[in-house]
């Protein structure tokens, strides 16, 4: 079945620490998405990627990588620079035909310990 | 700036009855728009979608769309317990034909008592 992985399902990272959440998907998407989401705050977008080896800034990339060296992978990166990185991760992808639309995958709880 | 606006609830209906969750958005040009449903924990899920003005019905969902006052609603009758949900609307401001980035709104709480 298509559809996207993130790993790992829960982190924990310790003050000061740099650490990557992964995101594969098997959908053959050009565009892929990374969004964090807050206790009752929506979706906010931290960095994107339309095709391979080019990525832009979200909103709030600030303390954040990524990289696209293969279409169905789009890794992220916290690193000790964000300085409230608890939160929920979600990686996704965009079908472009119709009917379009994010595929979202399961997601990474990331807590500061 | 593309703004998505929705009420936050909690909307509380019970079961069997219509819940309509609403939602506004700036950017006049939006061409398509999305209901995801997101349950506590896990991630959000597509269920509708919609770009031409009227309605669109998949089961016990409609989606309606009004580009001229710039609303898009969720219909869902016949509510049961299982949707007791946080739905989330989601808009592509994008005028050309493949999807850009979607923006979304803070979503409606929704709960179904039986």
């Known amino acids: 079945d298509g559809g996207i992985t993130q790993s790992p399902k829960y982190l924990f990272r310790k003050e000061g620490q740099n650490v990557t959440l992964s995101c594969e998907q098997n959908?053959?998407?050009?565009?892929m998405y990374w969004y964090r989401q807050d206790p009752g705050q929506g979706l906010r977008l931290i960095y994107y990627s339309q095709i391979v080896n080019d990525f832009q800034k979200g909103d709030i990339a600030e303390g954040y990588s990524v990289s696209r060296e293969k279409k169905e992978s789009f890794p992220l990166t916290v690193t000790s620079a964000q300085k409230n990185p608890t939160a929920f991760y979600l990686c996704?992808?965009?079908?472009?035909?119709?009917?379009?639309?994010?595929?979202f995958g399961s997601g990474t709880r990331l807590t500061v310990v | 700036q593309k703004e998505v606006e929705q009420n936050s609830g909690p909307l509380s209906v019970p079961e069997g009855a219509i819940a309509s969750l609403n939602c506004t958005y700036s950017?006049?040009?939006?061409?398509?728009f999305f209901w995801y449903r997101q349950y506590s924990g896990k991630s959000p899920e597509l269920i509708m979608s919609?770009?031409?003005?009227g309605d669109k019905e998949d089961g016990r969902f409609t989606a309606q769309l009004n580009k001229a006052s710039q609303y898009v609603s969720l219909l869902i009758r016949d509510s049961q317990p299982s949707d007791s949900a946080t739905y989330l609307c989601a808009v592509n401001p994008d005028r050309g034909s493949t999807l850009g980035r979607l923006y979304f709104g803070r979503g409606t709480q929704l709960t179904v008592w039986p």
């Open positions: 950017d006049r040009g939006s061409q398509s």
């Open positions: 996704a992808s965009s079908s472009p035909t119709w009917p379009y639309g994010y595929t």
């Open positions: 959908l053959n998407h050009d565009a």
């Open positions: 919609i770009y031409s003005n």
